[in-house]
């Protein structure tokens, strides 16, 4: 369960910008759209927050932020070598900030016990790497590593709760790893709780977007194949049944602009395999007979919708932490809504899994799907620095027309649209 999440000084983002999933004070949807928690401190988490902004404010990158925190946990132990550069991109329109680390911080709940880990990155090190953990809401400072540019060398402290060899995990941590991250490769096992959270809980997707392979493969059974159809058509698609068909994979089936790089790494990985085939079947009127259609033959926001029906379920089945970008994209806004009410709906989402997604759809952007502290913008200030701040801030009215209100600028988070002359 994610708590908050904060970065400081990454692309557009300069000062600390923080998303809390901390249900305010207030009383509505909070059945549907809020969920208790074991911590005492925290009564209740939110199940959704959706993100609006003008283009190039810094939504996506707020998200990028994330998959960017996940993947270095994951990989930076397993990737690379000494000395080979970190990929992260600090914010550019400041000489000062150029130059120094870009920082993330992850408040979450994992297996009854509330965690707090950051980093700080440059392009060559780590510089800050922490943990805090809070068994029965006690503060535990399990680990710290400081870089100390002057002296040339890193400061490290473990406190008394925290479990392994230190003096071996430490010395195997490479300045562009983290120690998390070797640890658990170590088999730390007081680590691995923190560490799955990322792996296993945290899940992101970008712009581009999902491939259909894994509600694809989810297909191959009886009972997949009927969840994922009983997605589809409780949002309204008319698909009377899928079939699968089992092909040998093929490199003429890549998308022909795809990069060369990627094809060859992904020939390698799928060369001789045979994957999932999915048609889509529909009625033909006034017969029992089934059109199969490919893929290509249906629309965009069908196949979309296909792509994500497979990790929708397995958030919801699993409760993940989902991360979207651009939700609405190429979806009809009923499709949109009907994603974010299976989150939403307490009887569905029985184990808590939260959706974190951008979204241009103003039309979702009312008081019967969210409550007030569900719904956040960003926008860039004079420096061209991305600034996040929730509607709550605003107090709006109960029962306020928010969309509206959104697009008459109430809220701010809207582009400037200047008049062109030809």
Not at 230 to 247: G, P
Request: aromatic letters at 10%; a negative charge; hydrophobic letters at 35%.
């Amino acid at each position: 369960m994610l708590i908050e999440f904060s970065v400081t000084n990454f692309k557009s983002i300069h000062s600390t910008q923080t998303l809390s999933l901390v249900a305010s004070p207030a009383t509505e949807l909070e059945e549907q759209n809020c969920f208790k928690t074991s911590e005492k401190g925290i009564p209740r988490l939110l199940r959704s927050i959706a993100m609006y902004g003008p283009n190039a404010s810094g939504k996506s990158n707020f998200l990028e932020a994330m998959d960017f925190m996940e993947s270095f946990v994951t990989e930076s132990s397993k990737e690379g070598q000494e000395g080979e550069p970190i990929e992260v991109k600090p914010f550019l329109f400041n000489s000062i900030s150029r130059t120094e680390p870009s920082e993330f911080e992850v408040l979450f709940l994992q297996e009854g016990i509330r965690y707090q880990y950051g980093y700080a990155v440059n392009s060559t090190r780590v510089t800050h790497e922490w943990l805090i953990a809070y068994p029965e809401g006690r503060s535990q400072r399990w680990f710290e590593r400081e870089y100390d540019t002057a002296a040339n060398k890193e400061n490290w402290y473990f406190g008394s709760k925290f479990k392994g060899h230190k003096t071996v995990l430490q010395e195997a941590t490479r300045s562009n790893a983290l120690f998390l991250s070797t640890a658990v490769q170590l088999n730390n096992e007081s680590l691995k709780p923190i560490y799955n959270w990322f792996h296993k809980k945290l899940r992101t997707i970008g712009v581009a977007g999902l491939a259909p392979s894994y509600s694809a493969s989810l297909c191959k059974t009886d009972a997949g194949r009927k969840r994922i159809l009983e997605l589809l058509n409780a949002a309204d698609l008319s698909i009377a049944d899928l079939k699968v068909e089992m092909k040998k994979f093929d490199l003429t089936d890549l998308p022909s602009d795809m990069p060369e790089p990627l094809k060859e790494v992904i020939s390698k990985e799928l060369d001789g395999k045979e994957m999932p085939e999915v048609k889509f079947m529909h009625t033909m009127a006034g017969s029992e007979e089934l059109v199969a259609l490919d893929p290509d033959d249906e629309s965009v926001g069908t196949r979309k919708l296909f792509a994500l029906a497979g990790p929708w379920l397995d958030v919801i089945d699993n409760g993940h932490v989902l991360f979207v970008d651009e939700l609405n994209n190429s979806m009809h806004p009923k499709m949109v809504r009907f994603l974010i009410g299976l989150i939403n709906n307490p009887q569905i989402n029985r184990k808590n899994a939260q959706l974190i997604f951008s979204t241009h759809d103003t039309s979702v952007l009312d008081n019967e799907l969210f409550r007030r502290d569900q719904i956040w913008f960003t926008e860039k200030d004079a420096t061209n620095a991305t600034k996040l701040y929730p509607l709550s801030d605003f107090t709006p009215r109960k029962g306020e027309a928010l969309e509206k209100g959104y697009l008459n600028g109430r809220y701010g988070a809207l582009p400037y649209i200047g008049e062109v002359r030809f």
